[in-house]
């Protein structure tokens, strides 16, 4: 059983910056393969950013060359660097563990204003 807990959204301008954090608990998290995904009102859930347990990383081409994933195995902690962010960039953020049929966390909403 993995436990997450996202933190760190708010509102921001467009252009600004935001750090998203996902605390894991459970056992195993080393060995998890741990995302970020995000829903905007009215689309579907889709991948932003995975980290494998051997640190390879996945970026949509969406947010490529502005996000940057990490992950520090010794606190059990994902994140999630978001610079130069957008109005489209705005949705809930969600910590994923093991893949879409693995675990959830309630999400943190990320509102970008033009």
């Known amino acids: 059983q993995v436990q997450l807990v996202e933190s760190g959204g708010g509102l921001v301008q467009a252009g600004g910056s935001l750090r998203l954090s996902c605390a894991a608990s459970g056992s195993g998290f080393r060995s998890n393969a741990m995302g970020w995904y995000r829903q905007a009102p009215g689309k579907q859930r889709d991948l932003v950013a995975r980290i494998t347990s051997l640190g390879r990383i996945d970026y949509a081409d969406s947010v490529k060359g502005r996000f940057t994933i990490s992950r520090d195995n010794a606190k059990n902690m994902v994140y999630l660097q978001m610079n130069n962010l957008k109005p489209e960039d705005t949705a809930v953020y969600y910590c994923?563990?093991?893949?879409?049929?693995?675990?959830w966390g309630k999400g943190t909403l990320v509102t970008v204003s033009s």
């Open positions: 994923n563990a093991r893949g879409p049929s693995g675990y």
